[in-house]
């Protein structure tokens, strides 16, 4: 603490003293020394060296160092130069001219001295500029590294995920693909983004695809579609796709992003689920409605066969007088009739659930789903699925699967009805509100339409229009639609072709 | 001779069975009951006289391939089909490879008595006639085969000529033959022969 005072005293005494009284000493030295050849070649004094003394000590010494040397010279040239030579004083003849030589060599040195630090301050200015200049440029430099790094972090983190990734510009031009979309496709996505897409996809899910890539450019908006993709292999599998768009800051749309996520397996559970559920549910679906009633039949047939013969042996029996086994005989009648009218009572609980699944169901998102599930038939049939659905409906409670089971019986019939007549194959969905209390669905087609007078009796039992039908699909329909408490009807559409419309009761 | 006649009934149905077996024991004809094919000739003796009651629809292996199992190893029991529901062309195989009757479930008890009856007639024929064959046969299979084969074209209408041409043969060898053959099978004529030859075909080899 001591010491850092002392040094800091010396330091001071250094440079405000002892640095310009030497600068000082050093330049008004050189000058007397040359000025003393001249002393007695020339009448006059020769102050002259001096000034340059003053100028010299102002410049390289500041203000305190030109002060000093202005004393010194003065003292100097009074001693020295000015008569009476050899002492302080002035005579009266030279007092103007030593004035005016101090004045003079003060006012110069002055000069010097404020030239001297405007020059000092500029320089420092301009040192103090480059240093920032020369900052900047090292921090420029730093952050394009670290950009450049995080760019490449970025991409091999892209690369890392194993997901099929890829990118586009603002115009739609895809400009990126991931090194595993690579290694699936084959190839990156390239061109235009409506098109890039589509051309990877299952032929059957092409349509549906660009028609929501459309959708999503024009409103700039994220979209989220499932989807089969060709592999680089030629086999296809499930992908969740989601197209998503950057913006930036002004809030302009800057690149789409997307991402592929493969699905294949959950598609295959839920596919299998899917399908489990269809077996076990006990709303019949249109394919296995014959195998159907041909099992009912058979096990119907197995206890009234055995409770024909049994009662033609009863008669021979009793014919014969043996009441024993006539008796027994009857007793067996019993049971296999029993168990004819169990068989009959499983058949009806197939259809009229006692105590049926009700849950609060979306009915637009069912049929939704209910259009992924008819994807493939649709494409098979050459029909096109049209989806006409209300805006904020009502939920309705209903059993899903079993409702779901009517729409997808409803939609088979439509596009075999179509099957016989021209193009367009348009089957057609509504949703709507019908009153207060209830919603109404619609399933409409193009086919021939069906007879006013079949119309009427088209949900009958064993009623049908088709030849390899059982006539019990619609009649299943009604049956669940009746148990939830709606309505199921059907009327011929305009201009042509049948509509089937179901209501349901709006949940409480 | 003197077993009963039995009806083998095959469903997999227990109620049928019993149904079946209590209607024919009420009109006085013996059955026995099987719930499968395999059951069934697990425990069979085929010298029994008889006949099957056969659902169409068996587990494991159906009523129609069980009679194509019985055909290829000419075995001769008469064959009743029933079935809940038979389409046409299962009918109509059936019938062509020897089956009795195809009653469809439920059948009148008079329909599934006549069709018993008939098959009934039928095994006793075949096996009367397979007992009259029986003697025939055995003499056939002491034939040498030499003389089999000169029976047979004996018996085709060819003449000792032409039978010691194609068998390459001296015509008196082919006489000798001749006469041994018609010792042996106690032909009393040519005309005895060629009836017997056609009754061994008849009950097949």
């Given amino acids: ?508 | 001779m003197s077993q009963r006649e039995t009806v083998f009934i095959v469903d997999d149905d227990a109620a049928i069975r019993e149904g079946l077996s209590n209607l024919l024991e009420a009109v006085g004809v013996v059955s026995e009951t099987f719930p499968c094919a395999e059951d069934f000739l697990r425990h069979w003796d085929p010298g029994r006289p008889g006949c099957l009651v056969l659902d169409a629809r068996l587990p494991g292996m159906t009523g129609v391939e069980f009679q194509e199992k019985l055909n290829s190893s000419a075995t001769h029991i008469p064959i009743i089909f029933m079935t809940a529901h038979g389409d046409v062309p299962m009918v109509r195989k059936v019938m062509k490879a020897g089956a009795i009757e195809f009653l469809t479930k439920p059948f009148e008890k008079q329909e599934l008595l006549v069709a018993i009856e008939h098959a009934f007639a039928q095994d006793r024929a075949r096996r009367a006639e397979d007992a009259a064959v029986a003697p025939i046969r055995a003499r056939y299979e002491s034939l040498t085969p030499r003389e089999r084969e000169v029976m047979q074209l004996v018996t085709a209408g060819l003449l000792n000529k032409q039978i010691a041409a194609e068998l390459e043969l001296s015509e008196i060898m082919v006489k000798v033959h001749r006469r041994n053959v018609l010792e042996k099978m106690q032909a009393e004529s040519l005309a005895d022969l060629v009836k017997m030859t056609e009754r061994i075909r008849a009950v097949g080899h």
């Fill in chain 1, 1 to 508: 603490m001591e010491a850092t005072r002392l040094e800091r005293i010396s330091e001071w005494i250094i440079q405000q003293v002892l640095r310009p009284t030497a600068i000082a000493g050093f330049f008004v030295l050189i000058a007397f020394l040359w000025t003393i050849p001249f002393q007695h070649s020339i009448a006059y004094p020769f102050p002259f060296l001096f000034l340059g003394a003053v100028m010299g000590s102002a410049w390289f010494g500041g203000i305190v160092s030109g002060s000093i040397a202005v004393v010194v010279s003065t003292l100097l040239i009074d001693y020295f130069l000015v008569p009476p030579l050899y002492s302080l004083s002035i005579s009266g003849l030279s007092k103007s001219f030593f004035a005016a030589f101090t004045i003079c060599a003060f006012a110069m040195m002055l000069v010097v001295a404020s030239r001297r630090r405007a020059e000092r301050a500029v320089r420092e200015a301009r040192d103090q500029l480059e240093a920032r200049v020369e900052e900047r440029t090292a921090e420029l430099r730093q952050s394009n590294l670290e950009l450049e790094e995080s760019a490449r972090r970025l991409r091999t983190l892209a690369d890392a995920i194993p997901q099929q990734m890829w990118s586009a510009s603002a115009d739609g031009m895809m400009d990126y693909s991931n090194q595993h979309l690579v290694e699936a496709l084959g190839a990156p996505l390239t061109g235009a983004l409506p098109d890039a897409l589509p051309r990877i996809l299952h032929p059957v899910d092409e349509r549906l695809v660009r028609h929501a890539w459309n959708s999503a450019l024009a409103d700039e908006n994220p979209f989220e579609i499932e989807a089969r993709i060709r592999m680089a292999d030629g086999g296809y599998r499930w992908f969740l796709i989601r197209g998503m768009p950057q913006r930036s800051v002004d809030g302009k749309l800057a690149r789409w992003f997307g991402i592929h996520i493969d699905i294949e397996q959950q598609h295959r559970v839920q596919q299998g689920l899917i399908e489990a559920h269809d077996e076990l549910s006990r709303s019949a679906r249109t394919l296995s409605l014959g195998e159907m009633a041909a099992s009912i039949a058979h096990e119907l047939n197995q206890p009234l066969t055995a409770v024909v013969t049994h009662a033609y042996a009863c008669r021979e029996w009793l014919t014969a007088g043996n009441h024993e086994k006539a008796t027994a005989t009857a007793e067996r009648i019993v049971q296999e009739s029993t168990r004819a009218g169990a068989v009959v009572k499983r058949v009806r609980a197939l259809f009229r659930s006692d105590a049926p699944v009700r849950q609060a169901t979306d009915m637009n998102r069912l049929v939704l789903d209910l259009v992924q599930l008819l994807r493939d038939d649709a494409a098979r049939q050459n029909a096109t699925i049209r989806l006409a659905l209300a805006d904020r409906l009502p939920m309705v409670e209903i059993d899903p699967v079993q409702v779901q089971q009517v729409m997808l019986n409803l939609a088979h019939n439509a596009m075999d009805a179509m099957d016989s007549v021209a193009a367009p194959h348009e089957l057609t969905i509504h949703t709507r509100q019908e009153d207060s209390v209830r919603i109404r669905v619609t399933v409409e087609d193009r086919g021939p339409g069906i007879a006013a007078d079949a119309l009427a009796r088209i949900f009958d039992p064993f009623f049908t229009t088709k030849s390899h039908g059982m006539g019990m699909g619609l009649a299943i329909c009604r049956s669940i639609i009746e148990s939830h408490d709606g309505r199921i009807w059907a009327e011929a559409a305009a201009p042509q072709g049948t509509a089937f419309h179901f209501t349901l009761p709006v949940r409480a």
